[in-house]
């Protein structure tokens, strides 16, 4: 029943919070909630927080996969997320992506450390290697 | 001579750190953090800190008169610091508080971690002492 009626909030159109330009290699703008593609696999992602983002504290993310006819589906390969600060030049505590439904996932255990620039990186992983991978720019 | 001075005063300090792990000097109290699982990177790591009266050979348990705040601080190599993912403690005791999320990581980072107890009243730092990690 979720799932339907997230599905129907996906289809009322653009949010305000969305800028579908993207600019070198980082796409999305920071907000409420974003959408990127995997290039390589022709897989969007929608994110919306579901608490936070916030610093010290713990922040989640749902992470829904769809296919280019809008329906949801698993990721070809492993899906992996990363912080990465890059004005500092380090990471933080490992992401846990759990599988909610078809398609559906949340990202917990997010902690963002400190103030400033953060990329999260989603990664599709095949033997521990990086196949595909967008990021997400978030000033906090 | 100063040689024995030396290890005079080597021996003290290590006989004082023993007794007082943590010192909190501004309310003459110590305290100890003990390791229950860990210290982990990467996975979430458990411990307790207790407190007593500085002077007291038994290390009798007593509660501290203020408000306990317990966190992870990141010293790194280039001079800067800040804190870690958020704890959350809890009063098990008298004089004792147990953390069960504790999270470490270097994430490329070159420093180490403490954990710090500061010991509020009103919002305002009283006294703050520190437990340096060290992961094996």
């Given at each position: 029943?979720?799932?339907?009626?997230?599905?129907?909030?996906?289809?009322?159109?653009?949010?305000?919070?969305?800028?579908?330009?993207?600019s070198?290699?980082?796409?999305?703008?920071?907000?409420?909630e974003?959408?990127?593609v995997?290039?390589?696999?022709?897989?969007?992602?929608?994110?919306?927080?579901?608490?936070?983002?916030?610093?010290?504290?713990?922040?989640?993310?749902t992470?829904?996969?769809?296919?280019e006819?809008g329906?949801?589906?698993?990721?070809?390969?492993k899906?992996?997320?990363?912080l990465?600060?890059?004005?500092m030049?380090?990471?933080?505590?490992?992401?846990k992506?759990k599988?909610l439904?078809?398609?559906v996932?949340?990202?917990?255990?997010?902690?963002?450390?400190m103030?400033?620039?953060?990329?999260?990186?989603f990664?599709?992983?095949?033997?521990?290697?990086?196949?595909?991978?967008?990021k997400?720019?978030?000033?906090? | 001579?100063?040689?024995?001075?030396?290890?005079?005063?080597?021996?003290?300090?290590?006989?004082?750190?023993a007794?007082?792990?943590m010192?909190?000097?501004?309310?003459?109290?110590?305290?100890?953090?003990t390791?229950?699982?860990?210290?982990?990177?990467?996975?979430?790591?458990?411990?307790?800190?207790?407190?007593?009266?500085?002077?007291?050979?038994?290390?009798?348990r007593?509660?501290?008169?203020?408000?306990?705040?317990?966190?992870?601080?990141?010293i790194?190599?280039?001079?800067?610091?800040?804190?870690g993912?958020?704890?959350?403690?809890?009063?098990?005791?008298?004089g004792?508080?147990?953390?069960?999320?504790?999270?470490f990581?270097m994430?490329?980072?070159?420093?180490?971690?403490?954990?710090?107890?500061?010991l509020?009243?009103?919002?305002?730092?009283?006294?703050?002492?520190?437990?340096?990690?060290?992961f094996?």
């Amino acid at each position: 029943m979720r799932l339907i009626i997230l599905i129907f909030l996906l289809g009322c159109g653009d949010s305000p919070f969305i800028n579908k330009e993207t600019s070198g290699e980082v796409r999305g703008i920071p907000g409420l909630e974003n959408e990127l593609v995997f290039p390589s696999q022709k897989v969007i992602l929608k994110t919306y927080w579901n608490k936070g983002p916030i610093v010290s504290d713990e922040s989640k993310l749902t992470i829904i996969l769809l296919d280019e006819y809008g329906r949801t589906i698993d990721p070809p390969l492993k899906l992996n997320i990363l912080l990465w600060m890059p004005t500092m030049g380090h990471g933080s505590f490992p992401v846990k992506v759990k599988k909610l439904s078809q398609g559906v996932y949340e990202a917990q255990e997010i902690f963002f450390t400190m103030e400033g620039y953060w990329d999260i990186h989603f990664q599709l992983m095949e033997n521990n290697k990086v196949q595909d991978e967008v990021k997400w720019g978030l000033e906090l | 001579m100063k040689t024995l001075t030396f290890l005079f005063i080597l021996l003290f300090t290590s006989i004082s750190m023993a007794n007082c792990p943590m010192e909190f000097v501004e309310v003459d109290l110590c305290g100890k953090l003990t390791w229950i699982d860990g210290p982990y990177l990467n996975k979430k790591s458990h411990f307790t800190v207790e407190f007593w009266a500085k002077g007291d050979e038994n290390k009798t348990r007593i509660e501290p008169e203020f408000e306990i705040d317990i966190y992870s601080w990141m010293i790194m190599e280039s001079g800067m610091s800040h804190g870690g993912p958020k704890i959350t403690s809890k009063k098990t005791g008298v004089g004792i508080y147990e953390v069960k999320d504790a999270r470490f990581f270097m994430g490329t980072m070159k420093g180490h971690w403490e954990i710090r107890v500061e010991l509020m009243e009103k919002f305002e730092d009283i006294s703050m002492a520190a437990h340096k990690v060290e992961f094996n």
